[in-house]
């Protein structure tokens, strides 16, 4: 029996040709959110279609996705193309499209690129914060938070927040080995950092997030199916938008991605 992420990343070949792949799949119910799949579910389905169609032996890099609109319920198209590959690093675009919608509903791109040894470092360190068995359970009122377990840990109540910087720990309710897309999709789960501001709740959407992933074979072995720390904090909003910076910890303080996004809301000047 697969897992309910592998199921929702399903995709078939549809066509091939070099440099280019479509693939074809069915919108997952599973991970549903107010419109359409949970938006880390979406990233994720993306980053399997370009890292299927990239070379063998490439690791995802980094990908930004566009959330242009919600998924509807059905079969989808995902094309992707290749714009640029060298030795050591491809470049790729993907996008979704379902049949009755003159433009695609999401977009990304994507660089991949061969892991090599390098000297390392880590700025910074994982905040200092109780463990997730010692947290409670945040169970958002969506089907999505049926299949991700998120225990905030640090600055939780967003009813009396004094700053928009939080913590909380994540994993996948049914235990699932931690890995490049599964990165991508938890790097969605913070709270909407303009929930710390107005001290509730508003209308909102991301319109896109970047995902850096850093985490080597043997970071994510490690990791395995247990809780990662994502840190987050929002730098500036107004206009109707503002941004989210968010790192991702293993529970032995290992770097796994640094991601980012820039989400439209609604909330008005007081």
């Not at 070949?13 to 074809?24: I, S």
């Not at 089907?143 to 009813?159: G, K, S, T, V, Y």
């Not at 209308?203 to 970047?210: A, F, H, N, P, Q």
Request: aromatic share 10%; charged share 20%.
């Amino acid at each position: 029996m697969t897992h309910s992420f592998d199921d929702a990343l399903a995709l078939t070949v549809a066509e091939a040709a070099e440099g280019r792949v479509r693939y074809a799949g069915v919108t997952p119910q599973a991970y549903q959110n107010m419109i359409g799949p949970f938006g880390g579910v979406s990233a994720a389905l993306l980053a399997q279609g370009m890292m299927r169609s990239a070379r063998d032996g490439l690791k995802l890099v980094s990908i930004t996705t566009d959330f242009m609109t919600g998924m509807k319920d059905g079969p989808y198209s995902l094309s992707t193309i290749c714009h640029r590959a060298g030795r050591s690093t491809e470049f790729w675009a993907a996008n979704i499209q379902q049949s009755d919608a003159s433009s695609p509903a999401l977009r990304a791109t994507a660089v991949f690129g061969e892991r090599r040894e390098t000297v390392e470092w880590t700025e910074g360190e994982m905040p200092d914060a109780p463990p997730p068995e010692a947290c409670e359970a945040f169970v958002p009122p969506r089907p999505w938070a049926e299949h991700i377990a998120i225990r905030p840990c640090l600055n939780a109540d967003i009813f009396n927040a004094t700053s928009t910087r939080n913590a909380l720990w994540v994993r996948f309710t049914d235990a699932r080995p931690l890995d490049d897309v599964a990165l991508v999709c938890l790097a969605d789960t913070p709270t909407p950092r303009v929930f710390f501001i107005v001290h509730g709740f508003t209308v909102l959407s991301t319109i896109s997030m970047t995902v850096y992933l850093h985490a080597s074979d043997a970071d994510l072995a490690e990791a395995g199916s247990d809780w990662v720390m994502i840190e987050a904090n929002a730098g500036r909003g107004g206009g109707g938008f503002y941004d989210q910076h968010a790192r991702i910890w293993s529970r032995s303080g290992k770097l796994l991605a640094t991601t980012q996004q820039m989400v439209w809301y609604k909330a008005e000047k007081a």
